[in-house]
């Protein structure tokens, strides 16, 4: 899947194999530490935040919980009988 921002999507396709591999070959076996990838991560992070910022989306917006709320996206035919 790409990334929200085309420039970033290489930078999350190397978050993903590194967290990919993480996951399977140490996570799987009991090692829980993670920081073999927090380097990549904060790399696509602050890409992430420059392209939600050019395109004018707010990271609080991003972060809020919306299930159960009256924001939740419902489809058209849930709305219709409501």
Known sequence: MNSVGLQCTDLKQQY??????????RFLKGDMNDEICAPL???????????????QIEFKEVDKDHL?????YKSPKENNHN
């Open 16 to 25: 993903d194999a590194c967290f990919q591999t993480w996951f399977t070959e």
């Open 41 to 55: 991560f904060r790399v696509y992070q602050q890409c992430l935040k420059k392209t939600m910022k050019e395109k």
């Open 68 to 72: 159960g709320t009256d924001k939740e």
